[in-house]
């Protein structure tokens, strides 16, 4: 089995990469932004094994990547159990924006490795639970692409900016649980939670639950979900440093925050159509996802897809 | 390493659970999908793995976020 996929998606915003008076909107800076992917992958398997395999592209005026991936699953004691590994690798390269040079400036390397481990097992008619281990190494330019620090003792810049330093290196882990309840044929819940340190001491905890309807009869799917994350800030962060130090980074990502994200999404399946006479199914999807963290970041997600069975 | 061999025997202990194929009716639906959703959480996660600071779980790890 091939499977291919394309994505072009743009964006635009008043001030999306405003930092003092030299850029963003204010400053006339860069206020409409694409990206291109695609990705392409091959899949085989038969009773007992699946493996697959893909290569994937990204392109952005200040982000490539060049990234494989591969998944091998394998199903023992009649399906019961199930275990997956799955190896990606990134070749990615970043520019960095630089204060003196007054903007992006050339492309520096970002590898990106990563492994996860996961298996499942079906503990009764009614229940599935799913345990999982992600390992992630990263190396090479680390700094956010646009962020800078205050640092009250700056001699030379007028706002006390200079460019943000992060290590070379970050080594990340990852321990993850699902479990998914069957009330009936037609109604489940869904129960995840995730535990994630590094080793630049940011620990967090990410719970999610949700509750599924499925209609059999009308091909209808529907899902509530709440997601709650917590997290503590990287060792490196300040809000302004004092002076200059050797790493600094006032990312909010990586500052201490909790979020909450409310989410809806609605299916429709198997809506009949008949195209230039020969008969196909339509597939819909819609979802709706608002998120709001604590450290003042609010956004929401709109999601439509349409799916056409040939 | 403890966590690693807990967790082995956790899976063992699992595998010794049985559920007849003639019995997983259920488990088949949607609703029991482990992601019954699987193109929208992509997006969905790599959101997260960008705006927050951890990752895990799933497969968005690096590839850009087209957030600047």
Known sequence: ?310 | MRLFWCLSLLFLSFSCANVKQIDRGRLASKAMALDPIPEESVFLNEVNSYREAAVGGTAAVGGGCGCN
């Open chain 1, 1 to 310: 089995q091939i499977n291919a996929n394309f994505t072009y998606d743009s964006w635009t915003a008043a001030s999306d990469t405003a930092i003092d008076g030299e850029t963003g909107a204010s400053g006339g800076g860069i206020e409409q932004q694409a990206r291109v992917s695609g990705q392409l992958g091959y899949q085989k398997g038969d009773e007992l094994n699946n493996w697959s395999t893909r290569l994937g592209i990204s392109q952005e005026y200040d982000y490539n990547s060049l990234n494989i991936g591969g998944s091998w699953v394998s199903s023992y004691a009649q399906d019961n159990f199930t275990l997956a590994i799955s190896p990606q690798i990134f070749m990615d390269e970043a520019k960095e924006f630089d204060l003196v040079a007054g903007g992006a400036t050339k492309f520096k390397k970002r590898s990106i490795y990563a492994l996860d481990v996961s298996a499942s097992q079906l503990l009764t008619a009614s229940d599935i639970l799913q345990f999982g281990y992600t390992f992630v190494m990263m190396d090479g330019m680390l700094n956010s692409i646009a962020s800078t620090v205050q640092v009250l003792d700056e001699p030379t810049d007028p706002f006390q900016r200079q460019t943000e330093e992060l290590p070379s290196k970050r080594t990340r882990h990852a321990l993850y649980t699902k479990w998914v309840h069957g009330f009936s044929d037609e109604v489940a819940t869904h129960l995840s939670y995730r535990f994630y340190q590094d080793d630049w001491q940011i620990q967090a905890h990410t719970a999610e639950a949700g509750l599924r309807w499925a209609s059999s009869e009308s091909d209808w799917f529907m899902m509530p979900t709440l997601r709650f994350h917590q997290q503590s800030a990287t060792k490196y962060f300040e809000k302004e440093f004092a002076t200059s130090e050797k790493y600094m980074t006032s990312a909010s990502d990586l500052a201490q925050f909790n979020s909450t994200r409310f989410g809806l999404h609605f299916g429709q399946d198997a809506i009949s159509i008949k195209p230039f006479g020969h008969t196909s199914e339509l597939e819909l999807s819609v979802g709706a996802y608002m998120y709001q963290r604590t450290n003042g970041l609010t956004y929401s997600i709109y999601q439509v897809g349409v799916g056409v069975v040939f």
